[in-house]
């Protein structure tokens, strides 16, 4: 789906203020995958997301979507672009139209799509997220914040993309509509299939959701590989100023203090089973 080669970019190129964002990346993401993409403040994450989405370009190397080389003079970059569904932070302070129905069908509209299609689109995509029809003609700014977030999310999706890329799309949100917009997007990625990127600093969200995860440092891709391998190097990630979920710090400790636990543990469901495992083994002593 998705292929980057020795891809680079600086920014303020030839300044005093020059600095590398990111460096020979050299990755490939598989149609319908999950990517969690972590990394602190300032590793390179925003700058691959803004790449892959075609905001920015790269100052070498290239980067393919679905057979389309981004930036090559045979790529319609107006097309390709509807094929990626870029959710930046905050996107509720995007909402402008004058009901919900409305923003979300801004995007279908700048396609050309019938009025018939972009009705179907406004629908499904709003169902998809978790609003009912009586929402969709209401202002956007007499929404709940979640409910608003769950708006601007439906607008990218109206737009059926291939590519999702989402920008810590639960930031500043409460527990209660962090959970929903994590439901939703889990839901989003069973159902259409569609490949996601999701960035977020919550380890807990991507050891849920992703198949594969990617850390970013200084520049260049550190690590890469399934939740249970990149958390089986702990260490590794707190020596690049990341956490851990918790249960997976908890169950480190519990190796230390001596419990035969495995490394790699990041849900609670499978420290409870491993718990559970060695409690039993106890009792038929």
Known sequence: MIKLNDVNYTYMSGGPFEKAAVKNINLDLKAGEFIGLIGHTGSGKSTLIQLMAGLLKPDSGSITIDGQTLYEKNTNMRKLRFQIGYVMQYPEYQLFEETVFQDIAFGPNNMGLSEDEIKRRVHFAAKLVGLDDAVLEKSPFDLSGGQKRRAAIAGVVAMEPKLLILDEPTAGLDPGGRDEILCKIRDMHRRLGITVV????????????????????????????????????????????????????????????????????????????????????????
């Open 198 to 285: 999701l960035v977020s600093h919550s380890m807990e969200d991507i050891a849920s959701l992703a198949d594969r995860i990617v850390v970013m440092n200084q520049g260049e891709v550190a690590m890469q590989g399934t939740p249970h391998e990149i958390f089986k190097g702990a260490k590794d990630l707190k020596t690049m100023g990341l956490a851990v979920p918790q249960i997976t710090e908890v169950c480190d400790r519990l190796r230390e203090a001596g419990l035969p636990l495995p490394e790699g543990i990041y849900t609670v469901s499978a420290a409870k089973a491993e718990l559970e495992k060695i409690l039993n083994a106890k009792e038929k002593r």
